[in-house]
């Protein structure tokens, strides 16, 4: 719950210039009214309308024309005070009600009475013309929000039900990241775009963002529901992917060098990008074979799998072109190639270029990785904490005798399971012995253990300044949160989380939090990474779907603890020392409890700088976007072996959707400034003549550009969202059966 500091400059993209909201103010509330205005990062505003009783003050008013007038002035003596005008909002209705259809009666019957109260019945928009009218100078608020003095913004749902968490991620990543903007690739190229397929995808996964889907505080039935539905979009996004690679890969010309096969890399993000690429490719019927790119360099590879007649490989693809793609071919060799190994393996530790990671076998596997740029050393890193859960879907909340539990001290089992010239993997594998679940009046963790394997699999790439890892967990016991630790030894005031459109700075001191009717929350979300760093250097932890992060600070420095799973039985509880109601009915939810086996990625980024400067938000969004190979027949083919059909600079601006107009045949390309000062964004198509507008995020022209020697130029404010209509020259689509991929 809560809300994005980005959200004003959103409303204003659709046309709408107000917000009538309850939750999400702190003590702020007191200075800004029940009015005020909000405003975005770039400077958007919006009028605010706080529901401070929350949006069912008046859920159902006496029949009685004399008790409804006394509720009527109980509610505007505790309103009108913080309101900027002499005005009130009495909301009649709330959850699961039906409509009070007496109200009109009583209504009529309070004017008869010529009290002092001018009472009338209305909607929103008739509450927010009298507020406009009246024309007040408004406070002005700036930033997200996440506050509770007056309603629980209930922060535990960013971590129930973790399952839920990632299925989202996956659907979202490959809708706007792969489908979609494939699909415009294909499109551009004379294809069809399955635009009824991609919608109908949208509305399954807009299904399971009803706020208590995605957040997992439903009963278990609604999210076996929200599984299939995430399902159904992956299966839709998947069959959209593979069918627009394949119309794209058959103009493409792989025939060159005396290939075997091809391997055709696509990149979706608008820089140029070096990067791991996977791909399984069918055997060849020859002894040994090379990779080549297409000036003929020989690629480093690194076979993963063969069985069956497949071959899984990775090697490192170089400058994939920005939204576009790169060729590379497979060809015989006389004899098995030989790669100079830029990795240093030992049985405890791998190296790149840029870090060093240690793993202490009597440490819990834990990691201490030496960045070899600066020599800064960070310790204790992956190290796993687990602590008892006596909350709810909606919080965490620890029991009164709470017992946690770590890795450290504890021996783990350490192996080279990879090595090679282009990846180094190490399998950390360890087993917690936790408490079963709480005890039975849930003042503290049960006495009986059960055993609960951990294995970690920490990956150094040849070139990559990430170190990936993947967590497999089982989780056999109930009633507890597990995370992650990564303590970088800064010290910082502050962290910055990466958000919608935006990467939000937060205080590391939460607030005192008197008069809360919830205590101050300490986790926060995050999108694709968390970032600490005291200005000379920093660590950045990267997720793939992991949403809720804590900062835990102390004499040494800042510990990042990344949620892997918190586990609950119950949809509310009544009795929480953290939030003073119930946040909901009171039902059992054992599938909430997420036992059995889990998959975590993530990845550590050390850095010199902070966040911005060192460009470590490149390797988060590359990290959670990878680069997606496909093998390709050699065929003849009119498209060059390497293109980019899209690209838009500088790294500074975010490519976050490339997709077909709604209502015109033209593309939209949607970008953000993640700066906090203006840039100029270049903006070039690979077809010679374009017409380009910007548009509101509703895709109503706003201003045409007017492109030079087939580059565009935008100035784009800080932090500033930018929608671009852009209409091209389609490429004719060929003759059946010209080529085939």
């Known amino acids: 719950f809560g809300h994005i500091a980005q959200l004003p400059q959103i409303l204003r993209g659709f046309g709408i210039d107000s ?5 999400g103010l702190g003590d702020e509330g007191e200075r800004l009214k029940t009015e005020f205005l909000w405003e975005a990062p770039d400077g958007s505003t919006v009028l605010a309308i706080h529901l401070l009783k929350g949006y069912s003050n008046a859920k159902k008013i006496p029949s009685d024309p004399e008790k409804a007038l006394e509720f009527i002035s109980h509610l505007k003596d505790e309103l009108l005070p913080h309101s900027t005008g002499n005005y009130i909002l009495v909301m009649n209705g709330g959850d699961h009600t039906l409509p009070q259809q007496n109200l009109p009666d009583i209504v009529e019957k309070l004017k008869e009475m010529r009290n002092e109260l001018e009472i009338s019945i209305g909607g929103l928009e008739d509450y927010i013309r009298i507020v406009r009218s009246r024309a007040p100078k408004y406070d002005v608020y700036r930033g997200e929000l996440r506050g509770a ?6 922060p535990g749902v960013l971590s129930t039900r973790m399952y839920l968490k990632q299925m989202n991620w996956r659907a979202q990543v490959m809708l706007e990241n792969f489908a979609e903007p494939l699909a415009v690739f294909a499109w551009l190229l004379g294809f069809d775009y399955p635009q009824n397929l991609i919608r109908e995808a949208w509305r399954l996964l807009l299904q399971n963002h009803a706020h208590d889907s995605i957040y997992g505080c439903g009963v278990d039935e609604v999210h076996d529901e929200n599984v299939s539905r995430y399902e159904r979009v992956q299966q839709i996004a998947e069959s959209v992917i593979q069918e627009a690679v394949k119309d794209v890969s058959s103009r493409i010309k792989t025939s060159i060098d005396k290939a075997l096969t091809s391997i055709i890399v696509f990149n979706t993000l608008n820089w140029p990008r070096t990067d791991v690429a996977y791909v399984t490719i069918k055997k060849q019927g020859v002894q040994n074979f090379e990779l080549k790119d297409t000036f003929g360099k020989t690629i480093p590879y690194q ?3 063969e069985e069956g007649g497949l071959v899984e490989l990775c090697f490192i693809a170089e400058d994939v072109p920005p939204c576009g793609y790169k060729t590379y071919m497979i060809t ?20 790149n270029q840029f870090f060093r990671v240690d793993v202490d076998p009597e440490n819990g596997g834990s990691l201490r990785v030496v960045d070899l740029r600066t020599r800064r050393v960070f310790k204790e890193l992956n190290l796993i904490e687990d602590s008892g859960d006596a909350g709810d879907e909606y919080n965490h ?8 539990i770590t890795s450290r001290r504890k021996s783990a089992k350490v192996e080279v399971i990879e090595r090679g010239p282009v990846k180094a993997t190490i399998k950390v594998a360890l087993t917690l012995k936790l408490p079963r679940s709480l005890s039975e009046d849930r003042k503290s963790r049960s006495l009986e253990v059960v055993d609960c394997p951990v294995e970690s699999r920490v990956t150094l790439y040849a070139g990559i300044p990430r170190i990936d890892i993947e967590t497999t967990v089982r989780n056999n016991v109930k009633d507890h949160r597990l995370r992650v630790l990564f303590p970088t030894n800064l010290k910082t005031d502050y962290v910055y989380a990466d958000s919608h459109f935006y990467v939000v ?21 995050q999108l694709t990474f968390i970032d600490v760093s005291d200005g000379k ?18 004499e040494d420095g800042v510990t990042v603890a990344l949620t892997l799973l918190r586990c609950v039985g119950w949809l509310s509880l009544p009795d929480l020392p953290v939030r003073r109601e119930l946040a909901g009915p009171m039902i059992e939810t054992p599938k909430a409890q997420c036992l059995g086996d889990y998959i975590f990625n993530y990845s550590i980024i050390p850095h010199e700088g902070d966040w911005l400067t060192s460009k470590a938000y490149i390797q988060a969004r590359q990290f959670n976007v990878p680069l997606y190979a496909v093998e390709v027949e050699v065929h003849e083919g009119d498209l060059p072996p390497e293109l980019s059909f899209l690209s838009i600079a500088p790294e500074s601006l975010i490519l976050s959707a490339l997709k077909r107009a709604e209502r015109e045949d033209g593309l939209i390309a949607r970008f953000y400034n993640i700066e906090g000062k203006e840039v100029k964004a270049k903006i070039r198509s690979f077809t010679p003549r374009s017409m380009i507008w910007v548009t509101n995020l509703n895709e109503d022209r706003l201003e045409r550009l007017k492109p030079v020697d087939g580059e565009a130029t935008l100035n784009v404010g800080a932090h500033k969202i930018v929608t671009l209509l852009m209409k091209c020259d389609r490429s004719p689509k060929p003759s059946e059966g010209v080529v085939e991929a």
């Open 303 to 305: 076979i993963i799998h």
């Open 537 to 554: 250097a920093g660590l950045m932890i990267a997720n793939r779907g992991i949403p809720e992060y804590e900062v835990l600070a102390d």
């Open 19 to 23: 917000f009538v909201f309850a939750r």
């Open 397 to 404: 909340s620890p029991p009164e005798n709470n017992t946690v």
């Open 149 to 154: 003095r007056y309603r629980p913004l209930l």
């Open 332 to 351: 015989e060799a006389s004899q098995k190639p030989v790669f100079h190994v830029a990795l240093k393996v030992t049985e405890t530790s791998i190296e």
């Open 505 to 525: 700075r937060r205080s590391i001191q939460p607030p005192r939090g008197e008069k809360w009717v919830e205590k101050p929350s300490t986790t926060y979300p």
